[in-house]
């Protein structure tokens, strides 16, 4: 969100409306990514799951994706998934029409495949791209996304990085240093951002933070912010 897009935005809520929206596009996703809890099984509540909702495709998505636009009028979207760019063809009307009504688009993805060269053009699209460590640990995770495809999909765009931290970066000091580094560096990214590992209930996998790995963290934070 713009920072001229505030007072809009506060006008809204005072008027009862929702100024954000998030729309999962799609639920289908290449990856499997350790910890991902999209097909558990009460994930979506006690009345369905995700396996056994439909996608919509084609331009039914199209039409439906607008139609819930016009009635919400959102003044932000996130557009998540699944992996968003299973439906780059639907996304190719989508974004110029949202851009055509002012709606500031953010598009998260893995980058698995190419991002459409055009969406350079659109104003209001900020593309977001998650990047869960360096190479040896993000390529082991988020297979087929490796760091190969992502370096040669971003190429020309302009993207967010994003990093879940789990505990396994927090074992060997001055990682998130040198993940800052990597991606700092190349002229694609706008920014970094670092979101920490949320597990379920009653998760007790390897990528959960200890008490004491988020000591460690906050460390590591506030030395790559300094």
């Known amino acids: 969100m713009k920072k001229s897009d505030i007072l809009r935005v506060w006008g809204r809520v005072l008027r009862g409306h929702t100024p954000f929206l998030s729309i999962e596009i799609t639920k289908e996703c290449p ?21 056994q909702l439909s996608d919509y495709r084609g331009q039914d998505l199209v039409t439906a994706a607008m139609a819930l636009v016009r009635r919400v009028r959102p003044v932000h979207i996130s557009i998540v998934g699944g992996e968003p760019l299973v439906r780059y063809r639907e996304l190719r009307e989508i974004l110029p029409q949202l851009d055509r009504m002012g709606v500031e688009v953010q598009l998260v993805t893995s980058a698995v495949r190419p991002i459409p060269e055009e969406w350079i053009s659109i104003g209001s699209l900020h593309l977001v791209v998650s990047i869960d460590g360096l190479a040896p640990e993000h390529d082991r995770r988020r297979a087929p996304a490796t760091y190969d495809r992502i370096l040669k999909h971003i190429a020309r765009q302009r993207i967010t990085v994003h990093c879940t931290v789990t505990r396994q970066m927090l ?36 990528e959960r933070l200890r008490p004491q790995d988020r000591d460690v963290l906050f460390g590591e934070l506030c030395a790559v912010a300094a």
């Open 31 to 51: 990856l499997r990514c350790p910890g991902c809890y999209a097909y558990a099984p009460d994930h979506l509540g006690p009345v369905t799951t995700l396996r």
């Open 171 to 206: 074992a060997r000091p001055g990682y998130l240093a040198d993940f800052c580094r990597f991606w700092s560096d190349r002229p694609e990214v706008r920014q970094i951002w670092f979101s920490i590992y949320t597990p379920q209930q009653g998760d007790n996998s390897p």
